[in-house]
């Protein structure tokens, strides 16, 4: 049996081809899913422009979409059944296919009370957040900088502020960003790269506050962790959560080392855990984290959605892209 599936066939180009719907192995506790909405996220982009220097194209049918929702059509778990509606992360990161494959412990069954599917993607991501922040403990009080206002960096913005943080300072060049942020969370913007930060701290050191965490949610370069160093307090804490895209970084050891700071890398949680306790937060907040989603467009449109996500046009956030046809 054929399906439909997206395929990055070159670097910034998505064909259409029909593939063999993946078969579900001869072991337990995998689901097959038939995919209803999928959405984007950052890391996702360095994939479709090429960037990935190990990856070679064309790239797996389906990638490198890992934000899906779905209806499971084939379980060898005994925790699903086909017809249940879940949200789960596929093998390989094939979420643009009209079927995928996934690990019953990465997927997790959606409740009846979510009546938005395409924003249930951000239960996902959201998973990743929540465990970031619950590894720095009570944080009640303690003052925050986020560099990066993408959804990674407003979920950081909007956990931190439920959590009763003190100052949560949001950093992102990109002003519609910075005003998605004050509405998210954080007490201040400013609309300036981190390192231009660095340099007018350097310039006025009482111009800049240093903040005991520093959150990094941009990733995919060597830049942005340095300037988290070297702005947060001593012996403050720094979260790399943005994901790299290269194996050694340059790091600027001494001024973690001079300051007594803290280095947290955090990525991916323990989803039987998180993805529960994340669907619990969405659906206690719906309707102000469905606001992330500010696209919605049929799947057949992805190549346009990944170059808006690229080029940040339009006021994107996030983009739900709809599976349901074809």
Request: a neutral charge; aromatic letters at 8%.
């Amino acid at each position: 049996m054929l399906m439909q599936a997206l395929q990055i066939k070159t670097p910034r180009c998505f064909d259409p081809i029909r593939v063999e719907v993946p078969r579900l192995p001869d072991e337990t506790d995998r689901v097959l899913v038939r995919t209803a909405w999928v959405s984007m996220c950052g890391s996702d982009i360095p994939f479709f422009t090429g960037k990935k220097r190990f990856r070679t194209y064309p790239l797996a049918a389906g990638a490198p979409i890992h934000e899906c929702v779905g209806e499971v059509v084939v379980s060898t778990s005994g925790l699903f059944r086909p017809g249940d509606r879940v949200l789960s992360i596929p093998d390989g990161d094939q979420g643009l296919a009209e079927f995928f494959l996934a690990q019953a412990s990465r997927t997790a069954l959606l409740k009846a009370e979510i009546d938005d599917f395409g924003a249930a993607c951000i239960i996902q991501p959201l998973s990743t957040v929540v465990n970031a922040v619950d590894r720095l403990g009570d944080i009640r009080g303690k003052s925050f900088a986020v560099i990066g206002l993408g959804s990674i960096g407003l979920l950081f913005c909007w956990l931190a502020a439920r959590r009763g943080a003190g100052a949560v300072i949001g950093i992102d060049p990109h002003p519609e960003r910075c005003r998605s942020a004050e509405l998210f969370g954080a007490t201040r913007t400013i609309c300036r790269s981190s390192i231009e930060i660095v340099h007018a701290a350097r310039t006025v050191p009482t111009d800049w506050n240093p903040p005991e965490i520093c959150i990094e949610a941009v990733g995919h370069q060597m830049d942005t962790i340095n300037d988290s160093l070297e702005l947060v307090r001593k012996r403050g804490t720094v979260v790399a959560f943005g994901v790299p895209d290269h194996p050694v970084y340059a790091l600027e050891y001494e001024i973690f080392f001079r300051k007594n700071a803290i280095l947290i890398a955090t990525v991916t949680p323990e989803w039987t855990e998180y993805l529960p306790k994340a669907q619990d937060l969405f659906l206690a907040n719906q309707q102000e984290l469905s606001r992330l989603i500010t696209h919605r467009m049929p799947i057949r449109e992805a190549q346009k959605a990944f170059e808006m996500y690229e080029r940040h046009e339009d006021g994107i956030i996030k983009a739900a892209l709809d599976a349901r046809a074809w």
